[in-house]
């Protein structure tokens, strides 16, 4: 089993950018697909963006494309979420997700593994 542990959020204004970061633990974190889901309150955990293992391959929601983009670091186990353009419909608790497999993964019921999560706040 992998832990993750987000960091990285924060209060932006519009227009600003933050970049997130998801630490995860194991040795084997090129083994696993990645993914980040975010969260308003009152409503369902949405994807965000997913890389594959490699960092090969990308996917990400049309909400966020050319706005958002992920990376990671194998050799330092961590996964990457750089937000520029921020909007305040962005707002939203931003959760990292793991699962061991090949290929990259958008439902979040495909995924076994989450962190806690983390605050981002755009301003208008």
């Known amino acids: 089993q992998v832990q993750l542990v987000e960091s990285g959020g924060g209060l932006v204004q519009a227009g600003g950018s933050l970049r997130l970061s998801c630490s995860a633990s194991?040795?084997?974190?090129?083994?696993?697909?990645m993914g980040w889901f975010r969260q308003t309150p009152g409503k369902e955990r949405e994807f965000v963006v997913a890389?594959?293992?490699?960092?090969?391959?990308?996917y990400y929601a049309d909400s966020v494309k050319g706005r958002f983009t992920i990376s990671r670091d194998n050799a330092k186990n961590t996964v990457y979420l750089q937000m520029n353009s921020l909007k305040p419909e962005d707002t939203a608790v931003y959760y990292c997700a793991a699962r061991s497999g090949i290929g990259f993964y958008i439902r979040k019921s495909e995924y076994t593994n989450w962190g806690q999560g983390t605050q981002v706040t755009v301003s208008s």
């Open positions: 194991g040795r084997t974190f090129s083994s696993y697909a």
């Open positions: 890389i594959s293992g490699s960092g090969g391959s990308t």
